[in-house]
């Protein structure tokens, strides 16, 4: 839609697509093999905008469940004759996502970004919680923990395909916001307060409402992007005040700016909406050595 022109129009150094690009189990036709995802793809990247967009632009691309398989989806679930193992493929195949579905990029001296996979090495939503429970799986969370570590970058963001921080709908059990996933959701946050309590950030997509979120124990701060229009804005439990600083039921997206200063480092992320005005701006400022 229009919200890509917009973005573009900004000259960002890069946009993120955050998930869910299509839509393989409600967009008719329903993806129940591999011939028909791939019309998904071709049907929706080759819409103008989009071309325009992605050729003008440096791109990162994430996956969800929609454009896996289907709705929370998880390794080892079919759609027809479609399975998740092709799924991935065919994602892999459509977009260029490098040797690597979970990554990291250092964009000069103040910005580190992070990119994971919540599909990949996942659990079943239905196994009981506890310690072997999992979304990231062991090995992207060791190193998820190193590289943070690592990283001397004045600002450091998580962009996530789901959320870590919520809240969400009672009745969702796939994201680490959810009871579903308590244990290694807290596990997660838990480990952020301890080691990056005063310059990290997440970024998720999924939610179809744009908030600012900081978690009432651990203080991880969150936006979500919201959808891209406003026809598909809904879902929301509500405002929640112990969580939210902005909570909004409508389209639009994020634009996180990086202001530079001297000894000074600014970062801002603005929720804008689908006509691209600034609808709530977040900003940071921290000193640099």
């Known amino acids: ?10 000259d960002p150094r890069f946009i993120v697509m955050t998930g869910d690009l299509v839509y393989y189990d409600s967009n008719p036709p329903r993806a129940v093999s591999p011939a028909l995802a791939r019309l998904h793809w071709e049907r929706m990247f080759s819409l103008p905008r ?3 967009a992605t050729c003008s632009t ?24 479609l399975t998740f193992d092709e799924g991935v493929q065919i994602f892999r195949e459509q977009t260029p996502m490098g040797s690597s579905d ?11 970004v992070w990119f994971t996979d919540g599909r990949d090495y996942r659990s079943s939503n239905k196994m009981p919680d506890g310690p072997e429970k999992t979304i990231w799986g062991a090995e992207q969370k060791e ?9 001397t970058a004045t600002w450091k963001v998580l962009v996530s395909p789901t959320p870590l921080v919520g809240p969400d709908r009672g009745n969702k059990h796939d994201n680490h916001s959810n009871d579903a996933f308590t244990h290694e959701g807290d596990e997660i946050r838990s480990w952020l307060q301890a080691n990056v309590p005063d310059n990290f950030f997440v970024v998720c997509g999924d939610r179809h409402w744009q908030y600012h979120s ?7 701060q969150e936006f979500s992007v919201g959808p891209a229009s406003n ?5 929301s439990p509500g405002e929640d005040k112990t969580y939210h600083k902005f909570h909004r039921v409508k389209g639009g997206f994020l634009c996180v700016e990086l202001r530079p200063d001297g000894k000074q480092s600014e970062i801002a992320f603005q929720l804008r ?3 691209g005005q600034v609808g709530y701006e977040a900003k940071f400022k921290r000193a640099v050595a």
């Open 273 to 275: 909406d689908v006509d």
């Open 102 to 112: 979970y990554r990291t990029f250092r964009w000069g001296r103040d910005l580190q």
């Open 1 to 10: 839609g229009r919200g890509v022109d917009l973005m573009t129009a900004l």
């Open 214 to 220: 900081v978690h009432p124990v651990s203080g991880v």
């Open 50 to 52: 989009l071309v325009a």
């Open 143 to 151: 190193w998820f923990r190193r590289t943070v570590k690592e990283s």
């Open 58 to 81: 440096s791109t990162y691309w994430l996956k969800d469940d929609h454009d896996t398989l289907t709705n929370d989806a998880w390794p080892g679930m079919k759609a027809g004759e």
């Open 231 to 235: 026809s598909h804005a809904s879902g």
